[in-house]
C-alpha cells in the first residue's frame, strides 16, 4: 500500500496528523492503550478494518515510533505503544469527550472487542482519585475482564483480569455503560438496573460509587 501523503508543514499540529490523522489509526492507538495487542486482537476489536489496511497502519506507527512489535513466548508476536505513543492518551480521552456531545449515527456497528473503554474510563479515574486511595477493581462488560488497580491515588487499568482478588467487582454491558458515560442514566439507576456488584470489602462498595461518580463528571466534560 502507498505511503499516506502528508502535511509537510512545520505547524506541530499538521506534523501530529501526518503521524495519527490517516483512518483507523487513533482507533489501534486507542485499543493499544488497554495493553499489548497481537494482530488479531486489534482485527478483531476494528470492527469493518481491513487486513491490509491494519498491517498499513501498524508498519506506520511502528516507523513513526508510536509503536512497538514484540516477539513474545511461543513464536507470539505482539504490538504495544511506546513511551511517545503513550502521550497520546489525553488526546484520545478529550476526543471520546467531544465523541459523547454528538448523537450516534443510525447505523451503527459494535466493537468487536471492548478495549475502547480503557481510556476514558483510566484518565477520568486518574484525575479524581484520592491520593491516599488503594484498591482493586474487577470490571467484566459482556464477559470480557478489565483490571482498575489503584495503590496509593494511582491509577492503572486495562484489559485482563486484576491481581489477586479484587475489593469489588462489577459485571455490566457495554450499552448501559456508554449511556452512564454519556448522561443518559446516573449512576444508581446503572447499578441498580444494569449491574451486578459482588464485594469482598464491605467499604469498596462506597469507595467504588464515590470514585465512579467524580470520574463520570470528567468523562461528560462537566469538569476539570
Known amino acids: 500500500m502507498a505511503k ?27 485499543d493499544l492503550h488497554a495493553g499489548p495487542a497481537r494482530f488479531s486482537d486489534l482485527l478483531s ?16 506507527l511502528v516507523g513513526d515510533g508510536l509503536v512497538e512489535r514484540r516477539d513474545e513466548a511461543y513464536g507470539v508476536s505482539v ?23 454528538f448523537p450516534p449515527d443510525g447505523d451503527l456497528r459494535r466493537p468487536g472487542n471492548l478495549r475502547t473503554i480503557v ?4 484518565v477520568a479515574l486518574r484525575r479524581v482519585a ?18 482498575i488497580v489503584i495503590r496509593d491515588g494511582a491509577v492503572d487499568m486495562w484489559a485482563g483480569r486484576p491481581p489477586g482478588a479484587p475489593d469489588r467487582t462489577v459485571t455490566t454491558s457495554y450499552e448501559p455503560l456508554v ?17 451486578q456488584a459482588e464485594t469482598r470489602d464491605p467499604a469498596a462498595a462506597e469507595v467504588f460509587v464515590e470514585l465512579f461518580t467524580a470520574a463520570l463528571v470528567q468523562i461528560r466534560g462537566d469538569g476539570r
Open 119 to 122: 481510556v476514558p474510563l483510566r
Open 79 to 101: 504490538y504495544a505503544l511506546t513511551a511517545l505513543g503513550d502521550r497520546t492518551e489525553s488526546l484520545i480521552f478529550e476526543l471520546a469527550r467531544l465523541g459523547g456531545l
Open 45 to 60: 476489536g476494528l470492527t469493518g478494518i481491513a487486513t491490509n489496511m491494519l498491517t498499513d497502519r501498524l508498519e506506520q
Open 4 to 30: 499516506a501523503r502528508r502535511y509537510r508543514l512545520l505547524c506541530p499540529v499538521a506534523r501530529a496528523l501526518d503521524r495519527i490523522g490517516d483512518r483507523w489509526t487513533l482507533l489501534i492507538l486507542r
Open 130 to 147: 484520592p491520593p491516599d486511595l488503594t484498591t482493586t477493581i474487577a470490571l467484566v462488560v459482556d464477559g470480557e475482564p478489565f483490571a
Open 179 to 195: 449511556a452512564l458515560s454519556e448522561g443518559e442514566i446516573e449512576i444508581d439507576a446503572f447499578l441498580r438496573d444494569h449491574a
